[in-house]
T-cell receptor
C-alpha cells in the first residue's frame, strides 16, 4: 500500500529565508496533493500535481513532482509569518479513491 | 457556493455512546469521503460513498459506518465510542475532477 513520508516534521525558520519541505512516497501515485492546515481548522488545498515534472506556483509557495524519484517538494521563498501552519502532502494510487497523507510539517516563521 | 459543510462543529460524548456526524458536499459533487485526524497526525481515510454505496473503506472497525442520501449528503456513525475515537472528523467531497475539497470538520471529544 502507498506510504507517504514528509520531512522535516517541524521547521522553524526566519522571515525572508527560503526552505524546502520534502514528500517521499513508496509506490506509484497517480497524483500528489499539498494542503495547508491552520490550528483547529480544516485543510486548504494548495496544489494538485498530476504528472512527472509538474511545477506549480502560488505566491511564495512552489510545488514540484518527480514521479521517477517518487518525490514532491514544497519550496517556500522569502517566508513571512502568515505562512506559519502545518503542511500536508497526500498521494492517491491508481484505481483507488483514498488519499494517503503524510504526517505533516509544522512550519513556524519567526519574525 | 457554500462549499463543504459539516455539523456539528464540536461534540462531546461519553464512552459507549453513539454519535452521528453530517456532511453536505460542495454543489455539483457526488462523492463524499470521511477522514479521521487525531491530534498531531495526518488525516486517515475511513470510507468513501458514491451513488449511495460505500465504494472504498480504510482500516477502521465496523463500529464506523456511514450512509449517503440521494441528495449526496452523508452521515458518519460511530457506535460504542472509545476514548481513542476523539479526533477531528473531516468530510471531503469530489466530483468529476481529481481534487477533493474538505469541510471545516467536527471536533469529537469522548470522555
Amino acid at each position: 500500500e502507498l506510504k507517504v513520508e514528509q520531512n522535516p516534521l517541524f521547521l522553524s525558520m526566519q522571515e525572508e529565508k527560503n526552505y524546502t519541505i520534502y514528500c517521499n512516497y513508496s509506490t506509484t501515485s497517480d497524483r500528489l496533493y499539498w494542503y495547508r492546515q491552520d490550528p483547529g481548522k480544516s485543510l486548504e488545498s494548495l496544489f494538485v500535481l498530476l504528472s512527472n515534472g509538474a511545477v506549480k506556483q502560488e505566491g511564495r509557495l512552489m510545488a514540484s513532482l518527480d514521479t521517477k524519484a517518487r518525490l514532491s517538494t514544497l519550496h517556500i521563498t522569502a517566508a513571512v509569518h502568515d505562512l506559519s501552519a502545518t503542511y500536508f502532502c497526500a498521494g492517491a494510487s491508481s484505481g483507488t479513491y483514498k488519499y494517503i497523507f503524510g504526517t505533516g510539517t509544522r512550519l513556524k516563521v519567526l519574525a | 457556493d457554500a462549499g463543504v459543510t459539516q455539523s456539528p462543529t464540536h461534540l462531546i460524548k461519553t464512552r459507549g455512546q453513539q454519535v452521528t456526524l453530517r456532511c453536505s458536499p460542495k454543489s455539483g459533487h457526488d462523492t463524499v469521503s470521511w477522514y479521521q485526524q487525531a491530534l498531531g497526525q495526518g488525516p486517515q481515510f475511513i470510507f468513501q460513498y458514491y451513488e449511495e454505496e460505500e465504494r472504498q473503506r480504510g482500516n477502521f472497525p465496523d463500529r464506523f459506518s456511514g450512509h449517503q442520501f440521494p441528495n449526496y449528503s452523508s452521515e458518519l456513525n460511530v457506535n460504542a465510542l472509545l476514548l481513542g475515537d476523539s479526533a477531528l472528523y473531516l468530510c471531503a467531497s469530489s466530483g468529476q475532477t481529481v481534487e477533493a475539497f474538505f469541510g471545516q470538520g467536527t471536533r469529537l471529544t469522548v470522555v
